[in-house]
């Protein structure tokens, strides 16, 4: 079974850096997707970055497009996210997850089976 850990979250002013952090326990097999989410307050839990384990294809929302950076290292079962240029805005919980999905990743959280604990972003003004 997967488990994931995710790690890296903080505070920083706007205009700041983090890298994210995710430990998956177990492999990244082909066909999965790797992904992050956020989820501030009262608002729903989206999508920010994926990358599919076959191809190496990326997708990024437009919020983010720019700014941030997913990679990861499966050797290390490891999933990363560098934010640059953070925004006010980019402040949420950020999650990391898996899951199986047909040639390509999507921001349809339920088509990720797998979820870490959730770290915090927060970017002050």
């Known amino acids: 079974q997967v488990q994931l850990v995710e790690s890296g979250g903080g505070s920083v002013q706007a205009g700041g850096s983090l890298r994210l952090s995710c430990e998956a326990s177990g492999l990244l097999y082909s066909g999965y997707c790797a992904a992050w989410f956020r989820q501030a307050p009262g608002k729903e839990r989206e999508g920010v970055a994926s990358i599919y384990g076959d191809t190496g294809s990326i997708l990024y929302s437009d919020s983010v497009k720019g700014r941030f950076t997913i990679s990861r290292d499966a050797a290390k079962n490891m999933i990363y996210l560098e934010m640059n240029s953070l925004k006010p805005e980019d402040t949420a919980v950020y999650y990391c997850?898996?899951?199986?999905?047909?040639?390509?990743?999507?921001?349809?959280?339920?088509?990720?089976?797998?979820w870490g604990q959730g770290t915090q972003v927060t970017v002050s003004p």
């Open positions: 997850a898996t899951g199986y999905s047909r040639g390509y990743c999507s921001f349809v959280p339920k088509t990720y089976h797998y």
